[in-house]
């Protein structure tokens, strides 16, 4: 599906991390292979530190801690925001929403719209998509658009396939109307027939969590995971990125009209190092275009990914000047979009640690 979007911008980009770091040296013995064989592999796919919450931090914590920062230093105004969009696969309950906590917990206007939605490595633009959506409306000219997971609990300590590419946080931009006449271009597709190449099999009403399934059981390859886990099939995500990101980014800059050339980054969604560099390599771009270098400092966070990139890796930079960004996320659902739009001196283009 391609979408356009007209009379839309990105005025401003918060990442929060975790300030507890976790070394995958220490990690090493957890796992039922050998030092020498864990720090190959480590090397190869980027597994070298990631951040995650202490116990009892939830996505809300995370994001109004955001929050309450932009509020205090006067980046952000309260009586501004019109619209809440959460995207996250780790909500504080069952119900209620936890937009609408964190909308209580900042005594944010009774008029401001909430919303969760379920989505993973996809979520930043699946998010912005929505938040284009919205701002089409009359009443809704600012969306702040939260992107906050905390998945680490459900990635097993002893599965060396997914624990140590763990990682939390939480994102915030804000999306406005342009005055401006400028062209945003996106494309989606998505296929729940390899649903299971990235899920927890345990936990929600079709298979609530027991003693059964919390118990750890011993995969092929020497990982140890239970039901209530993430279970990743490497091999069946590697291929499904390979394969269908390269065709999608190809179908964006033909739908735009843009060559390759023209896009100053390629902000992609950070799984692992290994499959990024590989995925430079069919696109036929640089490394330092699309880079490469957020999961072995913080982890894979899900949907916080791109903004973590960016703010990474652009920062006040993007405060100053302006890029023409590929964005796309790739993974659980199976989903996989992209976005091509240009971001031009933010408000602010920051990253601070919970």
């Known amino acids: 599906m391609n979408l356009k979007y007209t009379n839309k911008k990105i005025t401003g980009m918060l990442t929060v991390i975790p300030e507890n770091e976790v070394q995958f040296i220490d990690t090493i013995d957890n796992y039922n292979f050998s030092k020498r064989q864990s720090m190959q592999l ?4 980027g597994y ?24 205090d230093k006067d980046l952000l105004k ?47 633009v699946v998010g912005l998509m929505q938040a ?29 396939n997914s624990r140590p590419l763990a990682g939390d946080g939480a994102s915030i931009t804000i999306v406005e109307k342009s005055e401006v006449a400028n ?25 609530p969590s027991t003693a059964e399934t919390a118990k750890l059981i011993e995969d092929d390859n020497g990982n140890f995971r239970a039901l209530d886990h993430l279970c990743m099939k490497g091999d069946a995500v590697f291929n499904f990125v390979q394969k269908e990101v390269p065709i999608m980014v190809e179908s964006l800059l033909e739908y ?11 902000m992609f969604h950070q799984p692992n190092k290994f499959m990024l560099k590989k995925l430079a390599d069919r696109i036929g771009v640089s490394y330092n275009r699309l880079p490469h270098n957020v999961v072995e400092r913080f982890g894979n966070a899900n949907s916080i990914t791109v903004p973590t990139v960016i703010t990474y890796n652009l ?22 979009c992209s976005m091509l739009l240009k971001i031009e001196n933010l408000d602010f283009c920051r990253m601070i640690e919970y």
């Not at 480590?42 to 796919?45: L, R, S, T, V, Y």
């Not at 990631?50 to 932009?70: A, H, K, M």
């Not at 062209?183 to 298979?207: C, Q, S, V, W």
């Open 256 to 266: 735009a009209n843009v060559q390759k050339d023209d896009i100053d980054y390629f």
């Open 315 to 336: 920062g006040e930079k993007a405060e100053h000047e302006e890029y023409l960004l590929c964005m796309a996320g790739f993974g659980v659902g199976l989903t996989w």
């Open 78 to 124: 309260k009586d501004e925001i019109d619209a809440l969009i959460l995207v996250t696969e780790s909500p504080d309950y069952i119900l209620p929403p936890t937009s609408n906590v964190i909308q209580g917990k900042l005594n944010l206007g009774h008029d401001v719209f909430c919303m969760d939605i379920n989505q993973g490595c996809a979520g930043h």
């Open 42 to 45: 480590g090397k190869i796919m």
């Open 48 to 71: 070298e530190k990631q951040r995650i919450v202490e116990p009892g931090v939830t996505v809300s914590d995370l994001c109004i801690f955001g929050l309450n920062y932009l509020f």
């Open 183 to 207: 062209e945003i271009y996106a494309n989606l597709k998505m296929d729940g027939t390899r649903r299971e190449a990235l899920i927890i099999p345990a936990g929600g009403f079709k298979t």
């Open 132 to 160: 284009f959506s919205l701002l089409d409306q009359e009443a809704i000219n600012k969306v702040v658009l939260l992107n906050a997971d905390v998945l680490s609990p459900k990635a097993s300590i002893k599965d060396r």
